[in-house]
T-cell receptor
């Protein structure tokens, strides 16, 4: 079955500390992988995406993610967290078939402490 | 500026009423999607459409209906058959074809049954 698992429901990180949000996927075909961020009461914004090539991808707002095929993972990282990064983060997977709808994880809520 | 617009932002429905949520995009995207978001549940796919006058059911289509008469518009009707409609509804659009096309999301409609 195709699925996305985000093992951490809620994470608290001190401002300035590093961050890693975990994402594991199960997908039968070549996966497209995405990370989105959502502020309360808002839509989702794309942070970064991966299909092929370099397994370390850079995104907006200083985020990066690393694709590890052997572990079926696509973890999101940031070297130094800012208070404005507090939000909900969603990992998603899709395929290369035209129009395939993305499958989203249940999300990880990030809180930033001062 | 190109984007995707959802209206209204807040919507209240009485028991037994049908309500329609609007979603309009001017990005010239081929595909459009409706997701439902509940706390701790992530995003669950209701319906999606890849082409005008055609659409497919997602994982939780029961109690919902859609139409795609124009490329730009993909309204969602929440019918009285939907027993628990209180949720945050997100519309998204994307290009089709080769490549990892992520979604552009609207800012959402919060529906409450009163």
């Amino acid at each position: 079955a195709q699925s996305v698992t985000q093992p951490d429901i809620h994470i608290t990180v001190s401002e300035g500390a590093s961050l890693e949000l975990r994402c594991n996927y199960s997908y039968g075909a070549t996966p497209y992988l995405f990370w989105y961020v959502q502020s309360p009461g808002q839509g989702l914004q794309l942070l970064l995406k991966y299909f092929s090539g370099d397994t370390l991808v850079q995104g907006i707002k200083g985020f990066e993610a690393e694709f590890k095929r052997s572990q079926s993972s696509f973890n999101l990282r940031k070297p130094s967290v800012h208070w404005s990064d507090a939000a909900e983060y969603f990992c998603a997977v899709g395929g290369d078939q035209a129009g395939t709808a993305l499958i989203f994880g249940k999300g990880t809520t990030l809180s930033v402490s001062s | 500026d190109g984007g995707i617009t959802q209206s209204p932002k807040y919507l209240f429905r009485k028991e037994g009423q049908n309500v329609t949520l609007s979603c309009e995009q001017n990005l010239n995207h081929d595909a459009m999607y409706w997701y439902r978001q509940d706390p701790g549940q992530g995003l669950r796919l209701i319906y999606y459409s890849q082409i005008v006058n055609d659409f497919q059911k997602g994982d939780i289509a029961e109690g919902y209906s859609v139409s795609r008469e124009k490329k730009e518009s993909f309204p969602l009707t929440v019918t009285s058959a939907q027993k628990n409609p209180t949720a945050f509804y997100l519309c998204a659009s994307s290009l089709l074809g080769e490549g990892p096309h992520g979604y552009t999301f609207g800012s959402g409609t919060r529906l409450t049954v009163v």
